[in-house]
């Protein structure tokens, strides 16, 4: 639930801040993928380790079921 929504009337913003907050919501219109198609992939940051990942991923998923199953 969201507590911020606003109920009714706003007066927080005009009508042209609206506007600009729905374009920035908008991501497709700023994605180049959506754009031309074309899939900016970003660099993996340095330090990270995806064998160390999936292997503390496995670790949570394992205790996770444990404790569904009551092991």
Same mark, same amino acid.
């Given at each position: 639930? $969201?507590?911020?929504? #606003?109920?009714?009337? *706003?007066?927080?913003?005009?009508?042209?801040?609206?506007? %600009?907050?729905?374009?920035? $919501?908008?991501?497709? =219109?700023?994605? *180049?993928?959506? *754009?031309?198609? %074309?899939?900016?992939?970003?660099? %993996? #940051?340095?330090? =990270?380790? #995806?064998? %160390?990942?999936?292997?503390?991923?496995?670790? $949570?998923?394992?205790?996770?079921?444990?404790?569904?199953?009551?092991?």
């Amino acid at each position: 639930m $969201a507590y911020d929504l #606003p109920i009714g009337y *706003t007066e927080s913003y005009r009508q042209d801040d609206w506007y %600009k907050l729905m374009i920035q $919501a908008d991501w497709p =219109l700023r994605d *180049t993928y959506f *754009t031309n198609g %074309k899939l900016d992939v970003p660099a %993996k #940051p340095a330090g =990270l380790d #995806p064998e %160390k990942i999936s292997e503390q991923q496995h670790i $949570a998923d394992d205790a996770q079921f444990r404790n569904l199953n009551g092991a």
